[in-house]
């Protein structure tokens, strides 16, 4: 299975982007997804996942600003994220639990 993450940009603080993960084996649906991000000079941290059994969590600096989604018909898993702060910036990270399998990043810059 291959990740393929995409969506980051450059946006303003206060707004919105919404990051997507795609899969390239129907094998998507057997496992968990998470999202993780990694700021510059700082180790890659946990943000979110939506467990295989449809429970989600999220780590507390991005808690009721991001949410996790998936569409298993689409072998694809969404990050929306609203309220953007500039300490969001980061590359964008998906991760296949089952397969430990990641994607290749995409960077989201948030402008003060």
């Known amino acids: 299975v291959q990740l393929q993450a995409s969506g980051g940009g450059l946006v303003q603080a206060g707004g919105s982007l919404r990051l997507s993960c795609a899969a390239s084996?129907?094998?998507?649906?057997?496992?968990?997804v998470g999202w993780y991000r990694q700021a510059p000079g700082k180790l890659r941290e946990w943000v979110t996942t939506?467990?295989?059994?449809?429970?989600?969590n999220y780590a507390d600096s991005v808690k009721g600003r991001f949410t996790i989604s998936r569409d298993n018909a689409k072998n694809t898993a969404y990050l929306l994220m609203n309220n953007l702060k500039p300490e969001d910036t980061a590359v964008y990270y998906c991760?296949?639990?089952?397969?430990?399998?990641w994607g290749q990043g995409t960077l989201v810059t948030v402008s003060s």
């Open positions: 991760r296949l639990f089952k397969f430990n399998i």
């Open positions: 939506f467990a295989i059994g449809g429970a989600t």
């Open positions: 084996e129907d094998r998507f649906r057997d496992s968990s």
